[in-house]
């Protein structure tokens, strides 16, 4: 149970161009999700909190033109990156809290390539 | 605010040999701890997590780890390392028990080698 389903999981796009990510809770209703970045061979560093319903809250230091978060729904949190450029190349996860559970669940994970 | 600090981004070991990877956390309200482990292009798998009660925790494939207070510490241990363990490790910090947000916190992950 508890499983978080993103997509894609791997996109190729120009720069200039907008991605969108998806993370769908499968088996529960997610109130509250998390989107990290996560560069080769470092940590995931927290972009932002996104609750359903209302608008996220971003970490320090990202860009919230950027990095569009969308929690439309009690299964659905997007992330957009808009105008790519080659430094916005990253592995992007989702997390979503468990409820009635101290724990968390994370999707697998999208690699994003700007070119 | 919460930060964890994992000592040792690299960490070599022969198989078989005892694992452990040191963590210490900093938050201002009790800590719910967590210690997940990635292998390469993918997500992240929860070993083992500390909410409250028993100070010794034990997880899959082996691993355990102990919340010690006095320490700010919550390192992981496996008696004997496998080829398999080779993976990169997280831990984790969270204001879960206090906070209707719950933002989870990694630290800068640690490389597990092992040696044949």
């Known amino acids: 149970g508890a499983v978080v389903s993103q997509h894609p999981s791997w996109v190729i796009c120009k720069s200039g161009t907008s991605v969108k990510i998806e993370c769908r809770s499968l088996d529960f209703q997610a109130t509250t999700m998390f989107w990290y970045r996560q560069f080769p061979k470092q940590s995931l560093m927290l972009m932002a909190t996104s609750n359903e319903g209302s608008k996220a809250t971003y970490e320090q230091g990202v860009e919230k033109d950027k990095f569009l978060i969308n929690h439309a729904s009690l299964t659905l949190s997007t992330l957009t990156v808009t105008s790519a450029h080659p430094e916005d190349s990253s592995f992007y996860i989702c997390?979503?809290?468990?409820?009635?559970?101290?724990?968390?669940?994370f999707g697998s994970g999208t690699r994003l390539t700007v070119v | 605010a919460q930060s964890v600090t994992q000592l040792g981004s690299h960490v070599s070991v022969s198989e078989g040999a005892l694992v452990l990877l040191r963590c210490n956390y900093s938050s201002s309200v009790p800590p719910y701890l967590f210690w997940y482990v990635q292998y390469p292009n993918q997500g992240l798998q929860l070993l083992l997590k500390?909410?409250?009660?028993?100070?010794l925790v034990k997880g899959i494939n082996g691993f355990e780890a102990e919340f010690k207070k006095s320490e700010t510490s919550f390192h992981l241990t496996k008696p004997s390392a496998h080829m398999s363990d080779a993976a990169e490790y997280f831990c984790a910090v969270s204001d879960l028990g206090s906070s209707n947000t719950g933002k989870l916190i990694f630290g800068q992950g640690t490389t597990l080698q092992v040696k044949p």
């Open positions: 997390s979503a809290r468990v409820p009635r559970s101290s724990g968390y669940t």
């Open positions: 500390y909410t409250t009660g028993a100070t």
